[in-house]
């Protein structure tokens, strides 16, 4: 049985990918470890919003790389590097970081198992360069049956709702990192809650790069701007979602999170 380990870093949306990245790889008989001197494959899932947290993603891949070059047992290790800082970084890195096995994007979180299986299956050498699977513009979105592995306790769980961020902040590297704004059906968002609440979840913290723009992306008739309000009547909206939710049976809270002070309306509050 092939051993997987896996560091995850960055925020509650990174960790919600290194989840689902778990879920695919025990859903195609992997068995994780939190040992990573026994793993066949350790994935880095990464984060790059800002230096500090690129200089923890490439300390904690250097880290990984030089122990496999000292430690025996890590001889025949495979290194995948995930996440923000790879998407980022994508033409840099495999010529930064050649003793690198694969690079993948966020576009590739739900193929890590053919991935590990495609790196497992052939041999690599000094001269072979890193395999880079990063696509550009990310595209990716979750849905309420996505196969995921919960890191969290089982009282609270992040329910990503939405990917990307159509806001050009000159101070923030998200929408080139993550892509433009995609939201989630909110029957997807409110049946992965259900699900969640009827496990014994009993914190909802609902996540995404600015969850106010939720549902804005589909609206049809007039297209949102960096200024529109939330607006239930032009279509699905963060306040008919949260309005859904809250229709939901059971004991639970919500909790929003990443909000955008643009988008605030009196609806919403």
Known sequence: MIKVGLVSLGCAKNLIDSEIMI????????????DETEADV???????????????????????????????????QKIIVAGCLSQRFSKELPGLMPEVDA????????????????????????????????????KYIPDYDTPRFRLTPKHAAYVKI?????HTCSFCIIPKIRGR?????????????????????????LISQDLTYFGMDKWT????????????????????LLRALNDIPGDFWIRVLYTHPAHWSDELI
């Open 181 to 205: 704004h995609r939201s989630r059906t909110q029957e997807s968002v409110v049946r992965e809650v259900r699900d969640l609440v009827a496990s014994g979840a009993r914190e909802i913290n």
């Open 23 to 34: 879920g695919h790889l025990r859903g195609a008989g992997m068995e994780m470890t939190a």
């Open 221 to 240: 008739e007039a297209r949102p701007n960096p200024r529109s309000p939330v607006d239930s009547s032009r279509g699905e909206s963060l306040a008919t």
């Open 42 to 76: 350790l994935i880095v899932n990464t984060c790059s919003f800002i230096d500090m947290a690129k200089r923890e993603s490439i300390g904690a891949v250097q880290g990984a790389v030089d122990a496999r070059g000292e430690e025996v047992q890590r001889k025949k």
């Open 162 to 166: 939405a990917e990307g961020c159509n």
């Open 103 to 138: 690079f993948i994007g966020l576009d590739q979180i739900t193929q890590v198992a053919p991935i590990i299986e495609g790196l497992l299956g052939r041999s690599r050498t000094e001269e072979d360069a890193p395999e880079n699977l990063v696509t550009r513009q990310p």
